[in-house]
């Protein structure tokens, strides 16, 4: 094998041993017969050194080298046999290995343009805490006795929905606004017996306003004028 292939190796090692097998296959094992074969025997040996190195050179995990003994013939028909398991196994980490590359390359390409699109983003913490109120509030609606079976459904899947679309990134917070309605109605038909909801979505309306400030950028502490509305409606429900 001469020296020249060798330094044209690429840098990769799967594609170095996936070369030098192709090497091995087109140009030294010309081999129909045993005789034939036999013809190139010193370059079979050179070829299996190449690829010994190779393997030992970045720890490939290839199948055990043949050990050679005395008999050619035994020689070249186990360097065969090896060369023919190496290109397996090379061929299936070689497509591992570029599906892999294909997956990244592909994600991180679609994961910057994403990037580009506008979207509203909450922290982690901030969803985490949005999905365990809103459980909250599905308790509390389950177990009110206030609410009438169809009133209950309506908010019921309200909050369903709200969960089934909640993720870090999202493109409108329309429905988390959709949620002061919800407090306003119980405020009205309940007064003071609706404030554990009310306060519940007072806090998720908080952490949304606070998510969408942010996004427009507004400057920092910018409050929501329909939180004070919320609290001082709250405070005379309360009076009364």
Known sequence: MDEKFVASLPDDPILAARAVCERFFSEYDWAMSNDERLE????????????????????????????????????????HSYFVDVKDFVERKYIH????????????????????????????????????????????????????AKHKQRILRKLESLQSELHKRVSSLD?????????????????????????????ITQIVWATQARAEELPSGTSLPLLSDASRGERIAHEE
């Open 175 to 203: 429905k988390f606004w959709g949620l002061i309605g919800e407090a306003g109605v119980a405020l009205g038909k309940f007064g003071k017996d609706a404030k554990p909801l009310v306060d519940r979505i007072k806090e």
């Open 40 to 79: 190139g025997y010193y370059q079979y040996i050179e070829v299996l050194g190449v690829l010994c190195a190779l393997a030992e050179a970045y720890s490939l995990p290839f199948p055990t080298a043949p050990s050679l003994g005395g008999e050619q013939d035994d020689n070249v028909n186990n360097i």
């Open 97 to 148: 290995q570029s599906t892999q590359e294909l997956l990244q390359n592909t994600r991180d390409r679609y994961l910057s343009k994403f990037k580009m699109t506008f979207a509203y983003e909450f922290s982690d913490g901030d969803l985490k805490r949005i999905q365990t109120v809103l459980n909250e509030l599905r308790d509390l609606v389950n177990a009110s006795e206030d609410f009438d």
